[in-house]
């Protein structure tokens, strides 16, 4: 398997622009993980999906952040309009809950944003 | 939530083993113990999970005294490729929450 795809790799904008990040969850996964990574403020969970559906999104800092599940291969995150302090490495996560260890998630490479 | 605590960072030289404590005092029933290892420029990536006792896999062994309040992560004989962040969380039917982590350095 591919693991979890993440696109773009690395993603330069100006301020107040959109942002769309895609990520494509291992076959089989149903359950799928938004994270955000920054120096400051660690790994944080901004939003999960089991079954395409939304079920916990209070780690979405603001209105600005929005994240689609249209179907069990993709998903996005999309910023509108980006600031500067959105700069991070966002990670996309999937599990599985028929697998031997509990809880287990697989991360994809991430996506670096850099707002200006 | 578990809040887990663990050191900051460690050094260590090639062929040493290294032995990383992760206390969790206020750890449910349910919760396993887990740890994941990060790369720079890369996602976490599980590693090793246990409920009590030892669970020893191809990369790491993982020690649980029997109160559970607290493990150990050891990994022998590390290299220079183990340099990385390693997570200790309690997870259990929640989303996983990530600490600070330990910064492992390891040198020739």
């Known amino acids: 398997d591919a693991g979890v795809i993440q696109s773009p790799r690395h993603e330069v904008t100006e301020m107040g622009q959109e942002v769309t990040l895609r990520c494509k969850p291992i076959?089989?996964?149903?359950?799928l993980f938004w994270y955000r990574q920054t120096m400051m403020r660690g790994l944080e969970l901004l939003i999960y999906f089991n079954n395409n559906v939304p079920i916990d999104d209070s780690g979405m800092p603001e209105d600005r952040f929005s994240a689609k599940m249209p179907n069990a291969s993709f998903s996005t995150l999309k910023i509108q309009p980006s600031e500067p302090r959105d700069s991070a490495v966002y990670f996309c996560?999937?599990?599985?809950?028929?697998?031997?260890?509990?809880?287990?998630?697989?991360f994809g490479p991430g996506t670096r944003l850099t707002v200006l | 939530l578990a809040k887990t605590t663990q050191p900051i960072s460690m050094d260590s030289y090639e062929g040493q083993e290294v032995n990383i404590t992760c206390s969790h005092n206020n750890i449910a029933t349910n919760d396993y113990i887990t740890w994941y290892q990060q790369f720079p420029s890369q996602g976490p990536r599980f590693i090793i999970q246990?409920?009590?006792t030892k669970v020893t896999n191809e990369v790491a062994s993982l020690f649980i005294p029997a109160d559970r309040k607290s493990s150990t992560l050891s990994l022998p004989r590390v290299s220079l490729s183990d340099t990385a962040v390693y997570y200790c969380?309690?997870?259990?039917?929640?989303?996983?929450?990530f600490g600070k982590g330990t910064m492992l350095l390891v040198s020739p």
């Open positions: 246990g409920y009590k």
């Open positions: 969380l309690a997870t259990g039917y929640s989303t996983l929450t």
């Open positions: 076959s089989g996964h149903n359950s």
């Open positions: 996560a999937s599990s599985d809950p028929g697998q031997t260890s509990y809880n287990e998630q697989f």
